[in-house]
């Protein structure tokens, strides 16, 4: 920690302007949060590779926090708030209605003004500071900026082996609570907006309404338990064959970090992610047509009950493209008939029918995506 700590402090001063006691403070939090995640987790523990971790993870949280820092204040606040905005945008509709852009926004300014306060009390706890703490400095004020970032995207388990964000079931139970009127009262004043001739003020961004209509563009997905199921075989699959790197970078992009927070975390340069990038997607091709199979295409519903989710033309075509005795097994799949019987049937032994069936399921799986 004494190692870690330093080496945090020391890069706080070279890279901003604030005061060693700033840098000594931040320095040190980052580091007992670190300690503490990698104390509690499991599966860093097993790994056999805590210092890693811990040097990865501090580095992590030291660039979040410079991120926001080299933004300022302003443009830091912005930035976070556009980023939490667009996440639970479509999740906040009170009390089932259909409500306008502009009427979200206000709700979504109400809800993120109490946000804001609770991350102030989590931060205040997690980091042992007194519960009159306030962020005086930039450089405080980015730490708690990164810290509020982190704590809005940490993923809640909930039962069924589902999870979702922090913030999306605060916004969700926000959301529940608006009386119908409220709703109504928020959709007309949105609509006239300031009378006399005032001039409304603004209350986004260019960039921030982008984001949010980006992701309404869909209908809202509910949590899948299948999709749950799938995570958690593929980490036992790849945890199995000793790819702990794999495991790691599919760890981190289920985060949603962009490329060069994985880089920095994983320190890898460009190419050595590329590499693992590229053995990734290699385990995961065959995870999905032949480890696991039929618990990825019952998840994508592309299961043999659904033609292996191809449309009538695909499945004309998969026909087309495939040898008879190809056909034949597809035809017996679909039947019901049992694995080993098709491949008696067929005249294969076990590992030529699973060659076969792999490469079926590579053949519709090329369709179906192109």
Known sequence: MEALNKQLYQELRTATKATDKDCHGVAARFSE????????SQRIQDSGEVEI??????RHRLQQCLRYYDLGSHQGRVELHSSLS???YRYMT???????YQARLNLIEDFLQGFYVESLSAFRREAQLESTYQPRTLLQLAEYMAFTERYGKRRIPLPGRRSQQLIILRAQTFS?????????DIEQAAEHGGGDGEERPATSHQRVRAEMMAQTQAEEIPEDPLRER??????VYLKERDQEDCASYFTLRLLDLPTHEIEDILKLTPRQRDYLQQRFKYHLIRFALSHQWQLVHEWLEADVEHN????PQQ???LNEAITQKQSRLLAMKQSGAADGEIAKTLGLTPTQYQKQWSKLLGRAWEIRNH
């Open 230 to 235: 799938v995570i958690e075989e593929l980490m």
């Open 94 to 100: 009170p009390s089932q209605m259909r409500t306008s």
């Open 176 to 184: 529940k609570q608006q009386p119908p009127e409220m709703a109504i």
């Open 315 to 317: 499945w004309d075509d």
């Open 86 to 88: 667009a996440i639970i």
């Open 53 to 58: 971790w811990m040097q990865n993870l501090g």
């Open 33 to 40: 949060e670190v300690i503490r995640i990698c104390s509690e």
């Open 308 to 311: 292996l989710g191809l449309t």
